[in-house]
C-alpha cells in the first residue's frame, strides 16, 4: 500500500511538473490559450509516460494546428520528432470521425464516448503510418502511440517543418507529379488503402522528396465508398498541378492503373 502511494505520488508531481514546463511551451509558441485544451491531463501523462519510455527527451513550439489536433516539435534520443496530439473535446471532431471508423472493418468494436473514441482514431492513424511506411509509402515514420498522442518522424531540418506542397517553390513540378502519382497508386495496390482526403494541404516536399501526412482518415479499397474517395483524391491532385502547367494524366487512366486487377 505505502508503494501504491509513492508511486502516485511521484505521478502527481511529475503531471504538475510537466504542466508548468507545458505553460512556458505553449507561451513561447504564442498558443498559451489553447493550453487547457490541448494538455489536460490524460493528454500529460501520456507524455509523460513516452518519456519515461525513452522515446521523447521534451516538447517545444507547435508546428500545425487544426480542428482535430495540434502537431508539436519534440526531441527524441534519436533525433527530431513530431508529435501529434489529438483534440478531446471537439464535438464537430466526434461526429467526423464516427463516421470513418464505423465503415471501417479493421475497427470492429466502437463504444461512443469521446475520449475512447479519439484513442481509437489516433490508433487508426498509427496503424494506417505503419502499413503504408512498411510498404515504401512515403509518409513520416510512425514511432510510438499512448492514448491520444502520436509520436512521428519529424519532416524538416533543425526544427523547421518542411513546406507543404501549396508552399513549396517546385524545381522540378512534373517530377513531384508523378512521385505522388506513384503514392497512390503504391498506398491502393500493395496497402490496400485509399487517402481520402488528399491535397496539396497533406503533402509535405523535403529535398525534392513527397511525404504524405495525415492519413488517419484512410480506409481499405475495399469499402464501396473507397473509390469515390480516390478518384476525389486524384482529381484534388491532377487539378493542382495542371494550375502549375505540368502535362497530367487523366483521371480515367489514373485510377485504372490503381485499380486494375494484374
Known amino acids: 500500500m505505502d508503494r501504491l502511494k509513492k508511486i502516485e505520488k511521484k505521478l502527481s508531481h511529475k503531471e504538475e511538473e510537466y504542466i508548468r514546463e507545458s505553460k512556458l511551451l505553449v507561451k513561447h509558441s504564442e498558443e498559451y490559450e489553447s493550453l487547457e485544451e490541448v494538455f489536460n491531463k490524460p493528454t500529460l501523462m501520456s507524455i509523460y509516460k513516452l518519456m519515461n519510455k525513452k522515446v521523447i527527451k521534451w516538447v517545444d513550439g507547435i508546428i500545425s494546428s487544426g480542428k482535430e489536433s495540434r502537431v508539436y516539435y519534440a526531441m527524441g534520443w534519436k533525433g527530431e520528432l513530431a508529435l501529434k496530439i489529438y483534440l478531446t473535446t471537439s464535438l ?152 502549375l502547367g505540368v502535362e497530367i494524366i487523366s483521371d480515367e487512366e489514373i485510377l485504372r492503373r490503381c485499380t486494375e486487377v494484374e
Open 92 to 243: 464537430e471532431f466526434k461526429k467526423g470521425l464516427i463516421q470513418y471508423l464505423m465503415v471501417d472493418p479493421r475497427f470492429p468494436r466502437i463504444r461512443h464516448d469521446t475520449f475512447y473514441l479519439v484513442k481509437l482514431w489516433a490508433k487508426k492513424e498509427y496503424t494506417n503510418l505503419k502499413e503504408m511506411y512498411s510498404k515504401g509509402v512515403p509518409v513520416p515514420k510512425p514511432i510510438a502511440l499512448h492514448n491520444n498522442v502520436l509520436v512521428m518522424e519529424f519532416i524538416g531540418k533543425d526544427g523547421l517543418r518542411a513546406p507543404l506542397l501549396r508552399e513549396a517553390s517546385l524545381s522540378n513540378p512534373q517530377k513531384i507529379y508523378f512521385l505522388l502519382l506513384n503514392a497512390i497508386e503504391k498506398m491502393v495496390r500493395e496497402v490496400g488503402l485509399v487517402h481520402g482526403d488528399l491535397s496539396e494541404y497533406n503533402v509535405m516536399i523535403l529535398d525534392d522528396s513527397i511525404y504524405i501526412i495525415d492519413v488517419s482518415q484512410a480506409v481499405p479499397i475495399t469499402l464501396p465508398i473507397s473509390i469515390e474517395l480516390l478518384k476525389r483524391d486524384i482529381r484534388n491532385i491532377n487539378n493542382y498541378f495542371a494550375e
